[in-house]
Nanobody, 124 residues
Framework: QVKVVESGGGSVQPGGSLTLSCAVS????????IGWFRQVSGEERAGIAAFYIRGGLEDYMPAVKGRFSISQDSANNTFHLQMTRLKLEDTSTYYC?????????????????WGQGRQVTVSS
């Protein structure tokens, strides 16, 4: 079993920064990537970024590219999503997911190992 626990997030003014963390434990040897997703009430969950574990590559959706970045704390098997220059439209519930397949890194596959979600609110 793989366990994913999220932390971080909160409230910030436009232009501010926040960090989300994703601690992964359990049987992690088969994991392919860590995906970050966000979901606004009434809308579908959407992938915004992914970190490919074996190659160390990263991928970002255009809406967050250049503002968000992923880092890895290998010692603690924790992945961080640093969010800068936050905008009002970044307000959402953010989820990280540990995925075992390439196709599930940025699509909300129910078979992914999901974190519990963290709220990020950007408001003035």
């Amino acid at each position: 079993q793989v366990k994913v626990v999220e932390s971080g997030g909160g409230s910030v003014q436009p232009g501010g920064s926040l960090t989300l963390s994703c601690a992964v434990s359990g049987r992690t040897e088969g994991l392919y990537c860590i995906g970050w997703f966000r979901q606004v009430s009434g809308e579908e969950r959407a992938g915004i970024a992914a970190f490919y574990i074996r190659g160390g590559l990263e991928d970002y959706m255009p809406a967050v590219k250049g503002r968000f970045s992923i880092s890895q704390d290998s010692a603690n098997n924790t992945f961080h999503l640093q969010m800068t220059r936050l905008k009002l439209e970044d307000t959402s519930t953010y989820y990280c997911a540990a995925a075992e397949y390439d196709g599930s890194c940025q699509t909300p596959d129910p078979d992914n190992h999901w974190g519990q979600g963290r709220q990020v609110t950007v408001s003035s």
